[in-house]
């Protein structure tokens, strides 16, 4: 079974400053971990993915996330905050099935705020 | 990159009629497609796994005779929300692994708003 927590609903930061969105996981193999954004009435977009390679992960925008499987983390960074990341943030994990596919369990989200 | 594409995008239905979301991928095949629905402020909740020439996998307590799923051909798959009401009002959201050795990765469909009056 796998599941993955946000452990922030909000996370509020200033234009400039860096941004930290955490993420734990659960999974009984070795899973694959992502972060997608949305923002306000669109779909989703995948920022970056994990899939057993290198453990630090870079995505578009600027943003990064390392896999930690000690601590069962999948955190995503940006250095600078820019108002356009304003938006909604997913962690997902995935791991196969017997029949061969892959389903995605999302965490609840984390609100991220820009302020000026 | 892989494209997946959802129509209509908002829809807005007098309570008691049917709706048909069409989910599709437009530079791949995809022989699995997920639904999800999203309320306001909420995560995805993953409704079902659409799988082309066999019948949808629905999650847990989600009613598979109010949500039809078809899966007719590998590039598309479609919703249906049968005898509507305002409770089923919300996000709509179909994805797709874009191939083999990409399994793990979903591409999202913009998804489709959908307003039962």
């Known amino acids: 079974a796998q599941s993955v927590t946000q452990l922030d609903s909000h996370v509020s930061v200033s234009e400039g400053t860096p941004v930290l969105l955490r993420c734990n996981y659960s999974?009984?193999?070795?899973?694959?971990l992502f972060w997608y954004v949305q923002h306000p009435n669109k779909g989703l977009q995948l920022l970056l993915k994990y899939t057993s390679a290198a453990t630090l992960v870079k995505g578009i925008n600027g943003f990064e996330a390392e896999f930690k499987k000690s601590e069962t983390s999948f955190h995503l960074t940006k250095p600078s905050a820019h108002m356009s990341d304003a938006a909604e943030y997913f962690c997902v994990v995935s791991e196969g099935s017997s029949g061969g596919s892959y389903i995605p369990t999302f965490g609840r989200g984390t609100s991220l705020i820009v302020h000026p | 990159g892989a494209v997946v594409s959802q129509h209509p995008s908002r829809v807005i239905c007098k309570s008691g009629t049917s709706v048909k979301i069409e989910c599709r991928s437009l530079d791949f095949q995809a022989t699995t497609m997920f639904w999800y629905r999203q309320f306001p402020k909420q995560s995805l909740m993953l409704m079902a796994t659409s799988n082309e020439g066999s019948k949808a996998t629905y999650e847990q307590g989600v009613e598979k005779d109010k949500f039809l799923i078809n899966h007719a051909s590998l590039t598309l798959s479609t919703l249906t929300v049968t005898s509507a009401h305002p409770e089923d009002s919300s996000f709509y959201i179909c994805?797709?692994?874009?191939?083999?050795?990409?399994?793990?990765?979903?591409?999202f469909g913009p998804g489709t708003r959908l307003l039962v009056l």
């Open positions: 994805s797709a692994p874009p191939g083999q050795g990409l399994l793990e990765t979903q591409y």
């Open positions: 999974s009984s193999y070795s899973p694959s």
